[in-house]
């Protein structure tokens, strides 16, 4: 009798992949390399930029193709951007998908008073930030 119960309570092991996948952006400022002028005014307007953003549903970011308001996404090497992502995010990073496209947005969604881009990459719903870019010097636009 012990021989069944303890084969009954044999679990068997099932590799979960992808068993949480989230709805809603995230983000990340582990691997911020250039944020040249960012002042206090600046931080509260990115924070609220950031609630507005991480409040939608993915799908409704993804849909929307007002890149004034929403997201924006760009090729790598069309941006031409010089500064380089942090290498610890390379080497972290190697087992995720690393995309050749940036995702940006923009912290002041009609550019007043200032021209001001986020800049960074989309990764399983996180937005990793690499780049804040204050008075819109870090490529042409």
């Known amino acids: 009798m012990s021989k069944s119960i303890k084969e009954q309570s044999r679990k068997i092991k099932k590799e979960c992949n ?6 809603h952006l995230k983000f990340n400022f582990s ?11 600046l931080k509260s307007q990115l924070l609220d930029r950031i609630i507005f953003l991480s409040n939608m549903p993915m799908l409704i970011l993804i849909g929307k193709h ?4 929403y997201l924006e996404v760009a ?7 010089s500064k380089q992502i942090s290498d610890e995010f390379e080497e972290k990073s190697s087992h995720r998908r690393i995309g050749k496209k940036y995702t ?6 009609n550019n007043e008073p ?7 990459e989309v990764i399983r719903n996180v937005f990793y930030i690499f780049y804040i870019d204050i008075g819109c010097n870090l490529y042409d636009h």
């Open 75 to 81: 090729d790598k090497s069309k941006l031409g951007i």
């Open 66 to 69: 007002d890149k004034k308001v």
């Open 114 to 120: 200032i021209c001001a881009r986020i800049i960074g």
């Open 104 to 109: 940006i947005f923009r912290l002041y969604p």
């Open 18 to 23: 992808h068993c949480f996948e989230p709805t």
């Open 31 to 41: 691997f911020i390399t250039y944020d040249k002028n960012l002042s206090t005014n």
